[in-house]
């Protein structure tokens, strides 16, 4: 019966085969300190190369593990996942985090307060910078909000929470980071959704391959009338970047191949483009999806060089 699991816990995994193997022994150990509520750990591998599979289903035979013949990407990864999982709440997660006895408990507390709330997400902290990472604190990625973000103004005016209001709507710079609220879009990468919601909104939108499909469920969700919250009471570590290199904080400790490299960073850029049209395209002038697209392809080719984001 899936009322005997509370949260089903999906990790989508493409090589990264050591930190995996971590983050399953973090997530085991707070299952086993939670003794009120019931889980389930379910890895759905892409096709890793580095002997990922094998050494989970060797070292953690508890867990459900599926194996993709190829990379289906995130979405459809995650997709799987939910239709092998039983639990009311699912917990899309990456591999590269680290949380402790508290997250999970903490998070279905506050996510049982209030069934309006349909995705939370904790306070993620940079594991090499100690910063949020903002890409859990999102605001949609409107023409304004994205070219003021590109355009550096959100920075240029973080001091400033009257300014941030207006400059800063691409990661909600001018909240308060120390109580939780609502926001937009919150990261896949651990990304806490009840069951329920999840169904209504559609799921994962398969045309995305990786990055945005998160931004794009927030969305679905929002238009089917759930709250998406920042839960700042609970805390975990993201290393970020750790199978692709696009991230300069983690490129030099991250595991991954010029070939995956550069699927990578083609989709990030990509999939900005697939969600501007799925939600934007009637809303604004051709002009401004010219402008728009234009604006994706000159960021896109200056980054080319060093591949980070």
């Excluded at 395209?281 to 060089?305: E, H, N, T």
């Amino acid at each position: 019966m899936r009322e005997t699991t509370d949260v089903s816990i999906v990790l989508v995994t493409y090589n990264g085969c050591e930190i995996t193997l971590r983050a399953l022994e973090l997530y085991s150990q707070a299952i086993a300190a939670d003794d009120a509520h019931r889980y389930e750990l379910i890895v759905v591998d892409n096709a890793s190369r580095d002997g990922l599979a094998d050494a989970v289903a060797a070292r953690y035979p508890g867990v459900r593990l599926i194996c993709n013949a190829e990379n289906l990407g995130f979405a459809r990864a995650g997709n799987i996942g939910f239709q092998a999982s039983k639990g009311r709440y699912l917990l899309f997660s990456n591999s590269d985090i680290e949380l402790d006895e508290e997250t999970l408990p903490t998070l279905i507390a506050c996510m049982d307060a209030d069934p309006q709330v349909g995705a939370c997400t904790p306070y993620l902290e940079l594991v090499r910078t100690g910063e949020v990472d903002w890409g859990a604190h999102r605001g949609f990625p409107t023409p304004w909000a994205a070219f003021t973000y590109f355009a550096r103004l959100e920075a240029l005016f973080r001091w400033s929470k009257p300014l941030s209001r207006l400059f800063g709507q691409y990661h909600l710079t001018d909240r308060d980071l120390t109580v939780a609220h609502e926001v937009d879009a919150i990261r896949g990468g651990f990304f806490l959704v009840r069951r329920d919601a999840f169904v209504e909104a559609g799921g994962w939108d398969e045309d995305y391959f990786m990055y945005a499909e998160d931004i794009d469920l927030c969305y679905m969700l929002k238009q089917h009338g759930y709250l998406v919250m920042f839960y700042p009471q609970a805390r975990v570590l993201h290393y970020h970047g750790m199978t692709t290199g696009l991230k300069r904080h983690s490129q030099d400790i991250a595991v991954y191949d010029a070939a995956d490299q550069e699927r990578a960073y083609n989709a990030f850029y990509d999939t900005m483009k697939t969600f501007y049209d799925k939600h934007y395209r009637d809303a604004y002038s051709p002009l401004a999806r010219w402008l728009v697209f234009a604006a994706i392809d000159l960021r896109k080719r200056l980054g080319a060089r060093n591949k980070t984001v």
